[in-house]
Structure formats: C-alpha cells, structure tokens
C-alpha cells in the first residue's frame, strides 16, 4: 500500500488552468475505475471534486475535470480563481477493500 | 444534510486502547459503506479502514492490521473504531467519511475529525 505519487506543488495565475497528475500502479490508479479527487482548505475536511476517474458531484464547477491516461490520473483546474488554493489529494481503490491516497499538492494561486 | 459527527478522541498513553465513533445522520447509513480516513496535522491523507454497507466487506491498511476493528450498528447509525496497541505514530485526526456506494469505492463525504493523540 505505498502512496500514490503527486507533485507538492502546483501554481498558476488567475484564470490559467493547471493540471495535477497522480501516479500509481495497475494495482491502483491503472487498474480500477475508482479514482477520485479532494480539495482541503486549510483547517477544513476535506471535499470530494472528482469519482470514477471524470464525475463530478453535483455542485461542483465544471472548471474541475478528470482525467486518466495508464496509471496516471490527472485533475485539471481550469480558469483558477483566487478560492481554488488549497491542498489536493488523489485516491484510488487498491483491491481486497482497500484503498490509497496520494502524496497531496498544494495549489498556489499567484 | 448528511452530518457525521466523531467522538472519542483524546490523549492516551503508548500501547493503550481507544475506541472511535461516528453518528450519521442526514441519509439511510445502511445504504452506504463507511471509511476512517487519517491524517497527521500538516500531513496527508492515510487511509486506515472501510467496511461495507452490511460489514460483509471490511479492509484494513497495513499499518493498522491486527490493532484496529472496524465495527458498525445500523440500527444506531453509528461506526466505530476500536484501536488497541496503539502507537505514537498513531497520533493524527480521525475522520469519519461516508462512501457513495454500498460496497466501499469512493470515499465522499467526510466528518469534521476527532484528534487522537499518543504520546507518553
């Protein structure tokens, strides 16, 4: 159950995108089509962005999408807004009931 | 509004026992499979255990298997955690997350968090 691997940092200017990927393995993030995505807010829970890989709850902007290519996931932020800073943490299901996190990435808004 | 509200944090000394729990309210609880999720102040995320809607599918991370028990009532809508040996790397905030499914896929709806902390 090793994390998966995200970059701790991302950043981007007002109205840019930015793109986080979020590696694993075909155990993981390859092999199920049960990734999801979570944005943390300083002192906050954690919100649910994206499940199976490229839904989105209902009530979340469609500025948020997901994406997979092999044993990488990725999570877009399109046209960045001052309120998207925050922490961003990959999941995926690993099989036998479990899952796994990644490593989380910090978005910075310049 | 679903609502999960955890409990029973608190100091405890190294090789001790704690038992979590987590009230649900705001949807069918027996509809949907539970998780604890951690996480060390400043850390990341760890998953540490999910169960099933019915307890018939229950997972454990490694670093918790064979100290922690995933238990739940429906008929309260209520899940618990019994953490037994516990750690100083077990120190971190509990919280309690609702799946989407029945059968534990996707972690989505998480309660506020309730600190355990093991230290001597």
């Known amino acids: 159950q090793s994390a998966l691997t995200q970059p701790p940092s991302a950043s981007g200017s007002p109205g840019q995108s930015v793109t986080i990927p979020c590696t694993g393995t075909s155990s993981d993030v390859g092999g199920y089509n049960y990734v999801s995505w979570y944005q943390q807010h300083p002192g906050k829970a954690p919100k649910i962005l994206i499940y199976e890989v490229i839904k989105r709850p209902s009530g979340v902007p469609d500025r948020f999408s997901g994406s997979r290519s092999g044993n990488t996931a990725s999570l877009t932020v399109s046209g960045l807004q001052a309120e998207d800073e925050a922490d961003y943490y990959c999941?995926?299901?690993?099989?036998?009931?479990?899952?796994?996190f990644g490593t989380g990435t910090k978005v910075t808004v310049l | 509004e679903v609502q999960l509200v955890e409990s029973g944090g608190g100091l405890v000394q190294p090789g001790r026992s704690l038992r979590l729990s987590c009230a649900a309210s705001?949807?069918?609880?027996?509809?949907?499979?539970m998780h604890w999720v951690r996480q060390v102040p400043g850390k990341g995320l760890e998953w540490v255990s999910g169960?099933?809607?019915?307890?018939?599918?229950?997972g454990y991370a490694d670093s918790v298997q064979g100290r922690f028990t995933i238990s739940r009532d429906n008929a309260k809508n209520s899940l618990f955690l019994q953490m037994n040996t516990l750690r100083a790397d077990d120190t971190a905030l509990y919280y309690c997350?609702?799946?989407?499914?029945?059968?534990?896929?996707?972690?989505?709806?998480w309660g506020q968090g309730t600190l355990v902390t093991v230290s001597s």
């Open positions: 169960i099933s809607w019915n307890s018939g599918m229950i």
């Open positions: 705001g949807f069918t609880f027996d509809d949907y499979a």
């Open positions: 997350v609702k799946d989407r499914f029945s059968s534990g896929r996707c972690p989505d709806h």
């Open positions: 999941s995926s299901y690993a099989g036998s009931d479990t899952f796994v």
